[in-house]
């Protein structure tokens, strides 16, 4: 697949509004989360169920696709709010820079290969090396306590 950004099928909305239900009501894999962020034009708050990766001792958001919404209004914002049934957690975000990305990018392509793969050149399993050139079109941020 291309490293551009993939815009939703439908049968991807589809899916992603029945997750979002799912997990409004607690019912989805547990590293799932609904992300719910104000948008950096209308002020409206948007919600996309999201991935979220623990790794070397902290929380991670990727966006798989590349330049999505949700990225773009969580790096405006600061800050993200990560539901699961009537569990709300209050994030600050963080960007992490590009020479930091491929050992993050690489661990969420190879714990989530089954629903990202797509979106990647490069195959879950490679070298970090092989990420370094995905990193400037993947955002990537660190989830930290606060706001």
């Known amino acids: 697949m291309p490293e551009i950004f993939q815009k939703e099928s439908a049968l991807d909305r589809f899916f992603n509004r029945l ?39 902290r929380r991670w958001l990727v966006a798989a ?10 790096r405006a914002a600061g800050h993200v709010v990560l539901r699961r049934g009537s569990n709300a957690e209050s994030l600050i975000v963080r960007e992490i820079a590009d020479a930091d990305k491929p050992e993050v990018i690489k661990a969420f392509l190879d714990r989530f ?11 879950a399993g490679s070298p970090v090396d092989a990420f370094r050139a995905t990193a400037s079109r993947r955002p990537v941020f660190e989830l930290m306590s606060g706001s």
Do not use: C, H, I
């Open 65 to 74: 696709r590349g330049e999505t919404a949700w990225a773009r209004n969580a």
């Open 19 to 57: 997750m979002g239900r799912a997990l409004k009501l607690g019912f989805a894999p547990g590293y799932m989360r609904l992300l719910e962020v104000r948008g950096r034009k209308s002020g409206k708050t948007f919600t996309t169920p999201v991935n979220v990766l623990d790794f070397n001792g």
């Open 113 to 123: 290969a089954s629903q990202v793969q797509r979106f990647f050149d490069v195959k």
